[in-house]
T-cell receptor, first 113, second 109 residues
């Protein structure tokens, strides 16, 4: 069966510090991978998605970036965090093709102080 | 601009009540509509709807899609306190999903 891991679970970082969140998927190959952010009490905002190694699509302009160095690894990064980057970050995967349903990791709660 | 709108934004009911959650959408290249339940952390998948008029059912939950009127409903019958959660509607377009803001359902004993 497939599992998706995210770490860390929680993170408190000062403004201006760098960020690296990691997501890995097990039990499947060539998944589509996604990064979402959820602000308190709001829906999920798609940040990035990837259909393959090195292929990243960005949905909104921001100071975040994403990379997919391996088939089942997806990394969310920032060089300098802003207060507005605080939120709940979720990684998800789907099988691609007509397998539209996405399955989510446990999430990382980021607080920028 | 693509939109996914859920209503109501929040709802408080008592155990045993039946609730209907709404999701309307305007997206280009519609592929499918999905419902998720989010309790404390990650959303969990409930239903995927691709064809109009075909009800999906799982226990006390059911959902249906109307592709002509561009909406879906999620019904929960005989609600229980464990149904308390945020229910998210998402529409798949090409390679990504667009989420609604969610409906926060609170079921009181």
């Amino acid at each position: 069966s497939q599992t998706i891991h995210q770490w860390p679970a929680t993170l408190v970082q000062p403004v201006g510090s760098p960020l690296s969140l990691e997501c890995t998927v097990e039990g499947t190959s060539n998944p589509n991978l996604y990064w979402y952010r959820q602000a308190a009490g709001r829906g999920l905002q798609l940040l990035f998605y990837s259909v393959g190694i090195g292929q990243i699509s960005s949905e909104v302009p921001q100071n975040l970036s994403a990379s997919r160095p391996q088939d089942r690894q997806f990394i969310l990064s920032s060089k300098k965090l802003l207060l507005s980057d605080s939120g709940f970050y979720l990684c998800a995967w789907s099988g691609g093709g007509t397998s539209y349903e996405q399955y989510f990791g446990p999430g990382t709660r980021l607080t920028v102080t | 601009e693509d939109k996914v709108v859920q209503s109501p934004l929040s709802l408080v009911v008592h155990e045993g009540d039946t609730v209907t959650l709404n999701c309307s959408y305007e997206v280009t290249n519609f592929r499918s509509l999905l419902w998720y339940k989010q309790e404390k952390k990650a959303p969990t998948f409930l239903f995927m709807l691709t064809s109009s008029g075909i009800e999906k059912k799982s226990g006390r939950l059911s959902s249906i899609l109307d592709k002509k009127e561009l909406f879906s409903i999620l019904n929960i019958t005989a609600t229980q306190t464990g149904d308390s959660a945020i229910y998210l509607c998402a529409v798949v377009r090409n390679n990504d999903m667009r989420f609604g803001a969610g409906t926060r359902l609170t079921v009181k004993p």
